[in-house]
């Protein structure tokens, strides 16, 4: 996938989950190599909303703006915990309150290794 379409539509997504109140904390885009895959790894406010009432949210903003966030689907998207080991180390590597575009690569983060990222938001 092409990092400026996901770029795009992460920071939309985001953007959309900030003016409904339920802005995440942490933003960042993941690549799984075995897969293929990317996932947009996302930290709710706290208190956490229940996965199912934050999950519908995404999938509704999706629905509602597919024309512009073309390149990611719901199920694209992982609620992570803000005591993930390697979200920890996300806090100590970026430090962007509103949105960024922090492209890293064969990134080691307190032993957790992401092949590539790519930091939207770091506001822990």
Same mark, same amino acid.
């Given at each position: 996938?092409?990092?400026?379409?996901?770029?795009?539509?992460?920071?939309?997504?985001?953007?959309?989950?900030?003016?409904?109140?339920? %802005?995440?904390? =942490?933003? @960042?885009?993941?690549?799984?190599?075995?897969?293929?895959?990317?996932?947009?790894? #996302? *930290?709710?406010?706290?208190?956490?909303?229940?996965?199912?009432?934050?999950?519908?949210?995404v999938s509704e903003i999706i629905r509602a703006n597919r024309t512009?966030?073309?390149?990611?689907? %719901?199920?694209? =998207?992982? @609620?992570?915990?803000?005591?993930?080991?390697?979200?920890?180390?996300?806090?100590? #590597? *970026?430090?962007?309150?509103?949105?960024?575009?922090?492209?890293?690569v064969n990134t080691t983060i307190n032993g957790f290794y992401f092949?590539?990222?790519?930091?939207?938001?770091?506001?822990?």
């Amino acid at each position: 996938m092409d990092p400026t379409v996901l770029v795009r539509a992460g920071q939309l997504l985001v953007k959309k989950l900030d003016e409904t109140g339920a %802005a995440p904390r =942490v933003a @960042l885009w993941v690549h799984n190599v075995e897969t293929n895959t990317w996932k947009l790894w #996302l *930290v709710p406010r706290n208190p956490p909303p229940s996965p199912s009432d934050f999950y519908r949210k995404v999938s509704e903003i999706i629905r509602a703006n597919r024309t512009e966030m073309t390149g990611v689907e %719901a199920a694209d =998207v992982e @609620l992570k915990s803000e005591k993930h080991v390697a979200i920890e180390g996300v806090r100590m #590597l *970026v430090r962007a309150e509103g949105l960024a575009n922090a492209h890293f690569v064969n990134t080691t983060i307190n032993g957790f290794y992401f092949p590539e990222m790519i930091v939207l938001r770091s506001a822990l």
